[in-house]
T-cell receptor, first 113, second 117 residues
Framework: QKEVEQNSGPLSVPEGAIASLNCTYS??????FFWYRQYSGKSPELIMF????GDKEDGRFTAQLNKASQYVSLLIRDSQPSDSATYLC?????????????FGQGTTLQVKP | GAVVSQHPSWVICKSGTSVKIECRSL??????MFWYRQFPKQSLMLMAT?????????EQGVEKDKFLINHASLTLSTLTVTSAHPEDSSFYIC?????????????FGPGTRLTVL
C-alpha cells in the first residue's frame, strides 16, 4: 500500500461545477495535510493545509479531513478552466520531525469551458 | 506565501560534467530545505532533507556521493549532481520549510530542468 494514494484521473468537470479531489493516507499518526497545485512544467504551489478534523474553507477551495477514515479531500467550487492542473496531496507523517512531506501521485483535473 | 528561488532554471550539459543548483529562501529563514526530483508524468520524489549546518539526510536509493548537498545558511542550499549522465535528466525542485500557523509548510522553488546529453 502506498503511503499517500490519489486517483491519477483525469477528472473532467464542466466549468462552474464542483470538483472533488480525494486522498487517503496510511500513517494514522499523520498530523498535517497539504494540497498543492502543479501546472505542467512548473513547480507545485501551496493551495492550503489542514490539520484538524472537519472542513477548512479558503475562497473557492475547501479542504476536508477525516482522521478516523484517514481521508482528506479538496473541493473546488465554481471550477474554472484555469484550475486545470495536477493536484498533489501531501502528508506530514508522525515519524518526521523535519516537516518532511510524503506526496501522492497527483490527480489531473480538466475543467472544460 | 514565501518566496523561494532556484538557479539556474534550466541547464544542458555533457555527460560526465557536474552541475550545481542553488536554492534560496528570499523572505524567511528556512529551518529545513528539501530536494526533490520529478520525472515526466510522475510525482515528486524526495531525494534528501537538509538542515543548516548539518549533513543532509538522504532517502533510500539516493546516492549521497552523486548528489552532494550543502546547506551553508538558513537561506541557501545547493545540490551538486556529480558526473551527470543522461539518466539524471530530470526536473529538480527544492523547497524551504519554516514552521508557522501550526504546520510545517513547504514552499517550492520554480525548479531546474536538467538535460544531460
Amino acid at each position: 500500500q502506498k503511503e499517500v494514494e490519489q486517483n491519477s484521473g483525469p477528472l473532467s468537470v464542466p466549468e462552474g461545477a464542483i470538483a472533488s479531489l480525494n486522498c487517503t493516507y496510511s500513517d494514522r499518526g499523520s498530523q498535517s495535510f497539504f494540497w498543492y497545485r502543479q501546472y505542467s512544467g512548473k513547480s507545485p504551489e501551496l493551495i492550503m493545509f489542514i490539520y484538524s478534523n472537519g472542513d477548512k474553507e479558503d475562497g473557492r477551495f475547501t479542504a476536508q479531513l477525516n482522521k478516523a477514515s484517514q481521508y482528506v479531500s479538496l473541493l473546488i467550487r465554481d471550477s474554472q478552466p484555469s484550475d486545470s492542473a495536477t493536484y498533489l496531496c501531501a502528508v506530514n507523517p508522525l515519524s518526521s520531525n523535519t516537516g518532511k512531506l510524503i506526496f501522492g501521485q497527483g490527480t489531473t483535473l480538466q475543467v472544460k469551458p | 506565501g514565501a518566496v523561494v528561488s532556484q538557479h539556474p532554471s534550466w541547464v544542458i550539459c555533457k555527460s560526465g560534467t557536474s552541475v550545481k543548483i542553488e536554492c534560496r529562501s528570499l523572505d524567511f529563514q528556512a529551518t529545513t530545505m528539501f530536494w526533490y526530483r520529478q520525472f515526466p508524468k510522475q510525482s515528486l520524489m524526495l531525494m534528501a532533507t537538509s538542515n543548516e549546518g548539518s549533513k543532509a539526510t538522504y532517502e533510500q536509493g539516493v546516492e549521497k556521493d552523486k548528489f552532494l548537498i550543502n546547506h551553508a545558511s538558513l537561506t541557501l542550499s545547493t545540490l551538486t549532481v556529480t558526473s551527470a549522465h543522461p539518466e539524471d535528466s530530470s526536473f529538480y525542485i527544492c523547497s524551504a520549510s519554516g514552521r508557522r500557523r501550526g504546520a510545517n509548510e513547504q514552499f517550492f522553488g520554480p525548479g531546474t530542468r536538467l538535460t544531460v546529453l
